[in-house]
C-alpha cells in the first residue's frame, strides 16, 4: 500500500519569512495530493491539492510542487503570519486509497 | 450550505457499552469517509462509501466496528463494544466524486470520543 512520509514534524518559524514542508510517497500510481490545514481543536480543512498532470500550483502566499520521477511533493508558505500556526498534513491518492501523513506543526512567532 | 454535520461533539462512556457516531453529508455528495484521528497514529481512514455503498473498509480495525449509510444523507459509525483505546477524534467527511478519491474532502467537526 501507499506510504506517505512527511518532513519536518515539527517547524517554527519567524513571522514573515517562508515554510517549506516535504512529503515522499511510493506508489508511483498516486495522481492526486491534497494538503489540508488543521488548526488546534478544529477540523481539517483543504488549503491546495494538485494533481499528476501538473507540476506546481500556486494560490496566493501558498504553494504546491509535485516531482512525480523523484516521488515527492512539497508545500511552500510565503511571507507567513501568526494565523498560518497548525498542522498541516500531506496525503497521496491512487484512485480508491488515500494515504496521509504523520504532520507539521507549523509555528509562527511574532 | 450547512458543511458535515456530526454529532454528538463529545461522547464519554465506560467500555463495553456501544458507540454510536452520526454523520450527514453536504447536500449533493456522494462519497463519505470516517477517520480516526489520535496522536499516535495520525489520521487513519476507515472507510468510504460511494452512493451508500462501501467502497473500502480496509481501514476499519476489527469486528468491534462497523458503519452503515442507509441513505444519501446519513451514516453511522458504530463501536461495539467499546475499549480505551478506541479513544480518539472522529472525524466524518464528504465530497462529489465517482468513487475514486480524488476529489476534495469537506471534513466535519468531529466526535471526540473518550472511553473510560
Known amino acids: 500500500g501507499e506510504n506517505v512520509e512527511q518532513h519536518p514534524s515539527t517547524l517554527s518559524v519567524q513571522e514573515g519569512d517562508s515554510a517549506v514542508i516535504k512529503c515522499t510517497y511510493s506508489?508511483?500510481?498516486?495522481?492526486?495530493f491534497p494538503w489540508y490545514k488543521q488548526e488546534l481543536g478544529k477540523r481539517p480543512q483543504l488549503i491546495i491539492d494538485i494533481r499528476s498532470n501538473v507540476g506546481e500550483k500556486k494560490d496566493q502566499r501558498i504553494a504546491v510542487t509535485l516531482n512525480k520521477t523523484a516521488k515527492h511533493f512539497s508545500l511552500h508558505i510565503t511571507e507567513t503570519q501568526p494565523e498560518d500556526s497548525a498542522v498541516y498534513f500531506c496525503?497521496?491518492?491512487?484512485?480508491?486509497?488515500?494515504?496521509f501523513g504523520a504532520g507539521t506543526t507549523v509555528t509562527v512567532r511574532a | 450550505d450547512a458543511g458535515v454535520i456530526q454529532s454528538p461533539r463529545h461522547e464519554v462512556t465506560e467500555m463495553g457499552q456501544e458507540v454510536t457516531l452520526r454523520c450527514k453529508p453536504i447536500?449533493?455528495?456522494?462519497?463519505l469517509f470516517w477517520y480516526r484521528q489520535t496522536m499516535m497514529r495520525g489520521l487513519e481512514l476507515l472507510i468510504y462509501?460511494?452512493?451508500?455503498?462501501?467502497?473500502?473498509d480496509s481501514g476499519m480495525p476489527e469486528d468491534r466496528f462497523s458503519a452503515k449509510m442507509p441513505n444519501a444523507s446519513f451514516s453511522t459509525l458504530k463501536i461495539q463494544p467499546s475499549e480505551p483505546r478506541d479513544s480518539a477524534v472522529y472525524f466524518c467527511a464528504s465530497s462529489y466524486g465517482t468513487g475514486l478519491v480524488d476529489q476534495p474532502q469537506h471534513f466535519g467537526d468531529g466526535t471526540r470520543l473518550s472511553i473510560l
Open positions: 506508489d508511483s500510481a498516486s495522481n492526486y
Open positions: 447536500s449533493g455528495h456522494n462519497s
Open positions: 496525503a497521496a491518492v491512487n484512485d480508491y486509497k488515500l494515504s
Open positions: 462509501f460511494n452512493n451508500n455503498v462501501p467502497i473500502d
